[in-house]
């Protein structure tokens, strides 16, 4: 029986199987993009570009996601930190 008293088992099936074709979509363009996998460990510091965000210091935040992406520019790092 469902949250709301009707049996979702066929929603819940057909979710996980949208959610792992779009999984595997983005590990296409992972791929294509030359970005690491998704596999790949998280960097913790992400928690604190976050942080820094939620509290106006998106300087702060840019200066750090380039340090965690070196790699990154950095308008594309101030797109980034804007569009969390």
């Given at each position: 029986m469902g949250l709301f008293g009707n049996d979702d088992s066929a929603e819940v099936a057909a979710l996980k199987a949208r959610v792992a074709q779009l999984e595997q979509r983005v590990e296409q363009l992972a791929q294509l993009l030359g970005a690491p996998a998704a596999s790949a460990p998280r960097d913790a510091r992400m928690?604190?570009?976050?942080?820094?965000?939620?509290?106006?210091?998106?300087?702060?935040?840019?200066?750090?996601?380039?340090?965690?992406?070196?790699?990154?520019?950095?308008?594309?790092?101030?797109?980034?930190?804007?569009?969390?």
């Open positions: 928690d604190e570009v976050l942080r820094l965000k939620s509290e106006g210091r998106n300087i702060q935040a840019i200066k750090l996601l380039r340090e965690i992406q070196p790699g990154l520019g950095l308008a594309d790092a101030k797109a980034l930190v804007d569009r969390m």
